[in-house]
C-alpha cells in the first residue's frame, strides 16, 4: 500500500470521526486510543487474522443487529 493510499484512509477516519463523534465521547476516545500502539497482530485469533475486512465488518454488523456486542 502507498502512501497516498494510507493517508486516503487516514483522512476518511478522520473526517468521520470529526463529523460523527460528539465531544464528551472523542475525550474519552483519546484517552483509549493509546491502545492502538500496544496493538500486535500475532495476539489476534486466526480467524480475525485470515478474514477480510469486508467478512470482519459483516461479522461486526450481524453481533450488533442480534445483540450479540456487550456494547
Known sequence: ???TEKREIID???K???EEVPSPVKFVVRRKAKR???LDIE???DSVRKCT???FLAILQDAYKN???KF
Do not use: A
Request: hydrophobic fraction near 35%; charge should be negative; charged fraction near 45%.
Open 43 to 45: 495476539e489476534f485469533p
Open 12 to 14: 476518511w477516519i478522520n
Open 67 to 69: 445483540k450479540k456486542l
Open 36 to 38: 492502538i500502539e500496544k
Open 1 to 3: 500500500m502507498n502512501n
Open 16 to 18: 468521520r470521526y470529526d
Open 53 to 55: 475486512f469486508e467478512e
